[in-house]
């Protein structure tokens, strides 16, 4: 069995530092939602004209050179804020993108149900038309009436229509 393969031993140096992407992902997240906020652009404004002010004037000599520091100080903070910028957006994308995916499998999932039903309702439909009602019935009974009354030779009154209800019962020629 190979060293990389030994299931005993944890990976990686014994005391050495793991690295989490997901913590830096979180962190790099946390300052470019900062960056972007009208509080860090006001605590910028105050930072550099406090610099002008104090190093202008010359009442602390902080940078020798006039703004040679402070322009390093700015370059700095651009070299690592826009890495860091775009790592968040990165993450934003790939969240949007699952996002979007869960998004289509869940519209694929109702366009299904949808068509389901659409099929159901179409069944129905037909069915229902399929089905015998009262014109159909009163039709067959005309008909009946007029099978019977050829073959007996008695003229019966008016079949029974569905709006009128049973006639009461009249006694029939005696055989």
Known sequence: MA???DLS???GAAGSRQYDPEAF???????????????YLAFQTVFLALWFALN????????LYPFIFMTLLLS?????AAPLILLAQNRQAERDQAEIERDRLLNARSLADTEFLAREMAAIRVSLERKVD?????????????????????????????ESGPEPERPGPSA
């Open 3 to 5: 060293r990389g393969d």
């Open 9 to 11: 031993q944890p990976r």
């Open 25 to 39: 992902g979180r962190f790099s997240e946390a300052i470019a939602r900062f960056l972007g906020t009208a509080r």
């Open 56 to 63: 202008g004037f010359r009442i602390l000599k902080i940078d």
């Open 76 to 80: 700095l903070q651009a070299a690592y």
């Open 134 to 162: 009262r014109d159909d019935l009163s039709e067959e009974i005309a008909r009946l009436v007029d099978a019977i009354e050829r073959a007996t030779g008695v003229r019966m009154d008016s079949p029974v229509s569905p």
